[in-house]
T-cell receptor, first 113, second 113 residues
Framework: KQEVTQIPAALSVPEGENLVLNCSFT??????LQWFRQDPGKGLTSLLL?????REQTSGRLNASLDKSSGRSTLYIAASQPGDSATYLCAVLTRYNTDKLIFGTGTRLQVFP | DGGITQSPKYLFRKEGQNVTLSCEQNLNHDAMYWYRQDPGQGLRLIYYSQIVNDFQKGDIAEGYSVSREKKESFPLTVTSAQKNPTAFYLC????????????FGQGTRLTVV
């Protein structure tokens, strides 16, 4: 059974720092991995989607990498801003059931001025 | 604008009542999902549907029911059999044709009073 873990559970950093969020999964047979952002009381906003054949994806100050063999993905946020404060979740779409998205528990990020 | 609409945003239920949460999408997506989110926990899959008139149980389907009579609609009924229904409910959809990202609605917060 696929399990997805995110470490750390919470992170507090000063504005301007570069930071890395981690996502681990137990079964490397994935179709893709998606990173989301969730603001308090809101739905999820898609940030980046990495296909299983890709190593990384970039969008603005965000860069996500994927290492299937080790079951890991990282989300790199450059020059963090207070507006980046949110919960970040990763989710994998597994190959043996391509219609089931399995989520990690998220990393709650606070960027203070 | 294309997207997923969940209604209502807030819902209050008395003990023993059934309530129905609405989810509508105009993205022409085949697959639709319902997740439950509790404080400090990740998203847990309740039900998902890959095509009209077909749906599958997720990890926590007990006490819930769904229907998929139209491609754009996937309502969730929380029945009186659900012992602890107070939670944040999220609906998502995805295009099955291709390795595509999932999109989420803004959620419904259900409270038992």
């Amino acid at each position: 059974k696929q399990e997805v873990t995110q470490i750390p559970a919470a992170l507090s950093v000063p504005e301007g720092e570069n930071l890395v969020l981690n996502c681990s999964f137990t079964d490397s047979a994935i179709y893709n991995l998606q990173w989301f952002r969730q603001d308090p009381g809101k739905g999820l906003t898609s940030l980046l989607l990495i296909q299983s054949s890709q190593r990384e994806q970039t969008s603005g100050r965000l860069n996500a990498s994927l290492d299937k063999s080790s079951g890991r993905s990282t989300l790199y946020i450059a020059a963090s801003q207070p507006g980046d404060s949110a919960t970040y979740l990763c989710a994998v779409l597994t190959r043996y059931n391509t219609d089931k998205l399995i989520f990690g528990t998220g990393t709650r990020l606070q960027v203070f001025p | 604008d294309g997207g997923i609409t969940q209604s209502p945003k807030y819902l209050f239920r008395k003990e023993g009542q059934n309530v129905t949460l609405s989810c509508e999408q105009n993205l022409n997506h085949d697959a639709m999902y319902w997740y439950r989110q509790d404080p400090g926990q990740g998203l847990r899959l309740i039900y998902y549907s890959q095509i009209v008139n077909d749906f599958q149980k997720g990890d926590i389907a007990e006490g819930y029911s769904v229907s998929r009579e139209k491609k754009e609609s996937f309502p969730l009924t929380v029945t009186s059999a659900q012992k602890n229904p107070t939670a944040f409910y999220l609906c998502a959809s995805r295009d099955r044709a291709g390795n595509t990202e999932a999109f989420f609605g803004q959620g419904t917060r259900l409270t038992v009073v």
